[in-house]
Each structure stands twice: as structure tokens, then as C-alpha cells.
């Protein structure tokens, strides 16, 4: 890649200005390049980030939290921990979440008025058709409940398509981007803060709605519900539909079917032909074990092993890929990072912990529990004895991208040690500081009880294009050469906080907040 010469003079200004407008023991950091010569020969040489992708992804792939292939990957996690020397390795219990789902069965085609295969996926705790069940289609746009009277009486028996057909446009551009200067660039000025904090679109209202209706197509006693989700060119996005509660009973069959077939199907029906379908879905709920868990292990320090960094990402994925970039590419890097540490034999003073978290998908759940537990619960702001002793935590859950950065958070104190730490890598093209807050990821557990946290800015690459939520979040969408990189920035940075004299800089404590429901019920 390349960097026009004006934006790198530009950002290597801002950092100069930034540290000349702070104390002069934050001007002076201590880089360590003998310390990162060995980790980018570890890392870079030796580097084990690809194996652990693929036993993440074609092993052990999809990782929805508490399905049968969570755990196993769990158990996989911790074995790989201890092999490299790691302590006080553990699958730590949180919860309840609720039961864990897998799909085992998927086989989904049209057999009138010709037969075809049809790209398709159920979505996550939903039940399956008990066996292969043919039936005809309609097309049943309910959108608010006047339309239910339209539809009354129509629907027994059948597989009913929900969705409106949209216009499906060329791919124009392509799926993939790395950000340009002028990106970077933008990146780095302070966000407006008339973009921030943008409603949710699906309310309460729509909840309620979506529940309605469901009972309404399951009185009607249809068989099952489709939808065309969002996607094309052969990707589909697919998230859950269900109920993760036991005591819940499941409706019916729910299945997201790419935009390509439905639309097909749709077009026959507006010509008076009628279109039958087979689908044969199994689906397993998994009701033993309620409780989910995170993958912690830890690096002991020195003299300041009572203090702490620690470095995580989310271990949990959909279920329609393999997880490949949301997000096994961050737990695969942090994993990464922790064995380049280990066996580049560098002494740590901090005590170093990798968190692997479970639940992001549906509400940052097992981070938020592993920060209520260990540092202090942020409806309360009650703090518990080692949220004094936490120097900081990194991030990474923005797919395979190469870093490029950091955002940090809103915490200005910390932009001229990171400036300093940065510049290592700016031949890899890491140059930016970003001041702004990030969200939608488990740094925000930190974050929200005045603890440092941070997650580093990435290439897009495919992330919102293709691979986020789809079934092409797979391990050969992952860029080799960018997960390797990303393995050796993060461990120097985790490296130069467990050794600097101080921890990182705090910003203010926050003041307590209620909780918030999310769209699928969880407080976040």
C-alpha cells in the first residue's frame, strides 16, 4: 500500500503539536525497539496467526454463544493458552445467557413449476421443519396490522415469503477498501456531535409488531416465514429470530433466503404461477447448561504483577459463516499476540490477561459480566479494589483489516503516548489518532467504568460489505499479511503498557447509567 507524502507530513504535525502541548514527562515516552525488533520477528517469522484462524473457522466454526462448537472452541482456546505457558487459564462462567442452538441441516429447493436449489439459512434459535415438509408459497407483505385482514384465511399450510421485493442494483464498487489519506485524515478531527447517538430505528413499537404478527401467522398455521434480509451477489445476512429462554416456546421456522431466489419466486407469483417448495431444516436447541463463559488466561508480571493490562476481543459469532472476521480474526490476533509475547521470552512488569468474551452478538453480555465482576458495575458505579490497579485494554473487532490506528475514546491524555508507541509502524502504515469514541464493541465494557479502554482503527476491507453477519465470514476472506501485522502492533502495544512506569491516563469517572434494552431484549 501507499501514503501520499502530504498526509503523512500532516499526521506526523498533528502528533509533534499534540505532545508539545502536554507535560514534558508525557513528551519523553519510552519505546522499547529492541523489544519490538524481537516481536516483529516472532511475529512476523514465526507467526501462528493463520493455524489459529483456521482451527477457529473450519474447526470449530460458527461460534454462536453456547452452541456445542462455542465450547469446543473454548475448550481448544485453553488448551492452546497453557501449551504456549500461559496461567490461571479458565473458562469463566457469566450468565445465564440461555440455551444454545446449532443448525445441522439446511436443504432448501424449488420443485415446481421447476426444480432449483435455493440459497438459504434459518436463523438462530428458531426450530426447524421436523423433516423435509413441501408446500406452495405466498407472497404476504404484512407490514402493520391492517394488513392482517388481508392475508386471513390464505395462510394454512403454506411457506409465506414476508419480505417486499427490492431493486437489486450491479455491484459498482468494489467490496473491498482500504482507507485513504483523506480518510485517515477525517478520522483524526473531532467528530460532530450531531452524528452521534442516532436513534434505533426498531423500538419498542416494532418489537411488539414483529410479535403480533408472528402470532397471527402461526394462528393462520403457516408453515414457516421467509424473508430476503439484505445482501446480494451471493452474500446474505443473517442474525437470529428466536428465543434463547427455554420457557418460551418456539414459533415456527424462520429462514432469510438470498435476494437472487426470492426475487425469482416473487416475480412467478406476480404472474399467476404457482410456485411449491421443499425445505428441510434441523435445527438443535442444547438446554443442559444455561451459563456461557469467557476464555481468560494471563502472563504473569513482575514488580508491578498486582497491576494489570489486558488485551480480548469477542469469541462468539453468527451462524451462517464460520465467524472468519467478526470475529475469530480478533481472537485469533490476541491469541497471537499473547504466544508472540511468551516466546520472545520479554519480561513483563504488569501482569498480562487475555479476555476471549462470549455474548457480544447479543449485547456485549460477557465482557459487561467480566467487568461488573472483576472492576465495578456501571449502573452503580460501586468499584471493586482492582479498577485502581488497571493500566488498560485493547481491542480488536473490526475484522481482518490492517491497524491503523487508534481511537481513543475521547481520552486526550493518552494521544502522545500512543503517538510515540505508534511510530514503530508507520512504515506499516499506522499513523492515525483518532479522539473519537467507537462503539458496538467490548472496549465499551472498560469504557463505561472510567477504565482505559480502546480498540484500534482498521482497514474496511469486506467487513460491512460482505463478511459482517454473512455467510461469506469465512477464513478465505481473512488478508494473511494484515493479521500478522495486527499480531505484532497489538503485542507491542500491550507490551509498552504492562512495562511503562505508569498506567495509562484515565479520563473522568462517568457518572452511573441505567440500564438500556436492546432490540432483542438484553440490557446493554
Known amino acids: 500500500m501507499s501514503f501520499k507524502p502530504r498526509h503523512r507530513a500532516r499526521v506526523l504535525a498533528a502528533a509533534v503539536a499534540v505532545a508539545l502541548a502536554l507535560p514534558l514527562a508525557a513528551q519523553h515516552e519510552t519505546v522499547d525497539y529492541d523489544a519490538i525488533y524481537r516481536i516483529k520477528q516472532e511475529g512476523l517469522q514465526g507467526s501462528q496467526v493463520m493455524e489459529i484462524m483456521s482451527y477457529l473457522t473450519d474447526v470449530y466454526g460458527p461460534r454462536l454463544?453456547?452452541?456445542?462448537?462455542?465450547?469446543?472452541?473454548?475448550?481448544?482456546?485453553?488448551?492452546?493458552?497453557?501449551?504456549?505457558?500461559?496461567?490461571?487459564?479458565?473458562?469463566?462462567?457469566?450468565?445465564?445467557?440461555?440455551?444454545?442452538?446449532?443448525?445441522?441441516?439446511?436443504?432448501?429447493?424449488?420443485?415446481?413449476?421447476?426444480?432449483?436449489?435455493?440459497?438459504?439459512?434459518?436463523?438462530?434459535?428458531?426450530?426447524?421443519?421436523?423433516?423435509?415438509?413441501?408446500?406452495?408459497?405466498?407472497?404476504?407483505?404484512?407490514?402493520?396490522?391492517?394488513?392482517?385482514?388481508?392475508?386471513?384465511?390464505?395462510?394454512?399450510?403454506k411457506f409465506v415469503m414476508l419480505s417486499p421485493m427490492r431493486e437489486v442494483e450491479a455491484l459498482w464498487n468494489a467490496p473491498a477498501h482500504r482507507l485513504s489519506a483523506d480518510e485517515l485524515d477525517n478520522l483524526a478531527t473531532e467528530?460532530?456531535?450531531?452524528?452521534?447517538?442516532?436513534?434505533?430505528?426498531?423500538?419498542?413499537?416494532?418489537?411488539?409488531?414483529?410479535?403480533?404478527?408472528?402470532?397471527?401467522?402461526?394462528?393462520?398455521?403457516?408453515?414457516?416465514?421467509?424473508?430476503?434480509?439484505?445482501?446480494?451477489?451471493?452474500?446474505?445476512?443473517?442474525?437470529?429470530?428466536?428465543?434463547?429462554?427455554?420457557?418460551?416456546?418456539?414459533?415456527?421456522?424462520?429462514?432469510?433466503?438470498?435476494?437472487?431466489?426470492?426475487?425469482?419466486?416473487?416475480?412467478?407469483?406476480?404472474?399467476?404461477?404457482?410456485?411449491?417448495?421443499?425445505?428441510?431444516?434441523?435445527?438443535?436447541?442444547?438446554?443442559?447448561?444455561?451459563?456461557?463463559?469467557?476464555?481468560?488466561?494471563?502472563?504473569?508480571?513482575?514488580?508491578?504483577?498486582?497491576?494489570?493490562?489486558?488485551?480480548?476481543?469477542?469469541?462468539?459469532s453468527w451462524h451462517t459463516g464460520t465467524g472468519a472476521t467478526d470475529n475469530a480474526a480478533g481472537s485469533a490476533v490476541m491469541m497471537e499476540a499473547v504466544r508472540i509475547l511468551q516466546a520472545s521470552g520479554l519480561k513483563l512488569r504488569r501482569t498480562v490477561r487475555i479476555g476471549l468474551w462470549g455474548g457480544e452478538e447479543q449485547g456485549l453480555l460477557g465482557s459487561r459480566a467480566y467487568v461488573r465482576d472483576h472492576f465495578g458495575d456501571p449502573q452503580t458505579m460501586a468499584l471493586k479494589p482492582d479498577h485502581a490497579r488497571f493500566a488498560g485494554y485493547f481491542n480488536v473487532d473490526n475484522g481482518t483489516g490492517a491497524i491503523r490506528g487508534v481511537y481513543l475514546q475521547g481520552n486526550e491524555a493518552v494521544a502522545p503516548v500512543f503517538a510515540q508507541w505508534m511510530a514503530p509502524f508507520r512504515n506499516l502504515g499506522m499513523t492515525t489518532l483518532s479522539i473519537r469514541d467507537t462503539g458496538g464493541t467490548d472496549h465499551l465494557a472498560y469504557d463505561a467504568v472510567g477504565l482505559p479502554g480502546f480498540q484500534f482503527i482498521q482497514d474496511p476491507v469486506e467487513y460491512s460489505t460482505r463478511t459482517h453477519h454473512s455467510n461469506m465470514d469465512v477464513y478465505d476472506r481473512i488478508q494473511a499479511a494484515d493479521m500478522k501485522q495486527n499480531a505484532v502492533i497489538v503485542a507491542s502495544f500491550v507490551y509498552h503498557a504492562a512495562n511503562r512506569e505508569e498506567k495509562l491516563p484515565r479520563k473522568a469517572l462517568p457518572k452511573a447509567q441505567p440500564p438500556r434494552t436492546t432490540s432483542a431484549g438484553d440490557a446493554r
Open 65 to 157: 454463544t453456547n452452541s456445542p462448537n462455542y465450547r469446543k472452541a473454548g475448550d481448544w482456546a485453553t488448551k492452546k493458552l497453557a501449551e504456549w505457558g500461559l496461567t490461571n487459564v479458565r473458562l469463566e462462567p457469566w450468565g445465564p445467557f440461555g440455551r444454545g442452538w446449532s443448525n445441522e441441516r439446511t436443504v432448501i429447493h424449488a420443485v415446481a413449476p421447476q426444480a432449483f436449489p435455493i440459497v438459504g439459512y434459518p436463523k438462530a434459535w428458531t426450530p426447524g421443519t421436523s423433516g423435509a415438509v413441501r408446500a406452495d408459497v405466498v407472497h404476504a407483505v404484512i407490514e402493520s396490522e391492517a394488513d392482517f385482514a388481508k392475508f386471513k384465511g390464505q395462510l394454512k399450510g
Open 191 to 316: 467528530d460532530d456531535p450531531r452524528r452521534r447517538g442516532a436513534a434505533f430505528q426498531g423500538g419498542p413499537g416494532a418489537r411488539g409488531f414483529a410479535q403480533k404478527r408472528m402470532q397471527f401467522l402461526t394462528g393462520e398455521g403457516a408453515l414457516a416465514v421467509i424473508d430476503a434480509g439484505r445482501g446480494d451477489g451471493g452474500t446474505v445476512f443473517v442474525g437470529g429470530g428466536g428465543s434463547r429462554d427455554p420457557k418460551t416456546p418456539p414459533t415456527m421456522p424462520e429462514i432469510t433466503f438470498g435476494i437472487e431466489y426470492y426475487g425469482r419466486i416473487v416475480r412467478m407469483l406476480e404472474k399467476k404461477i404457482a410456485v411449491t417448495l421443499e425445505i428441510d431444516v434441523k435445527n438443535s436447541f442444547v438446554d443442559d447448561d444455561l451459563m456461557s463463559f469467557n476464555v481468560i488466561g494471563e502472563i504473569p508480571g513482575t514488580d508491578k504483577a498486582d497491576e494489570l493490562v489486558m488485551l480480548g476481543g469477542h469469541f462468539d
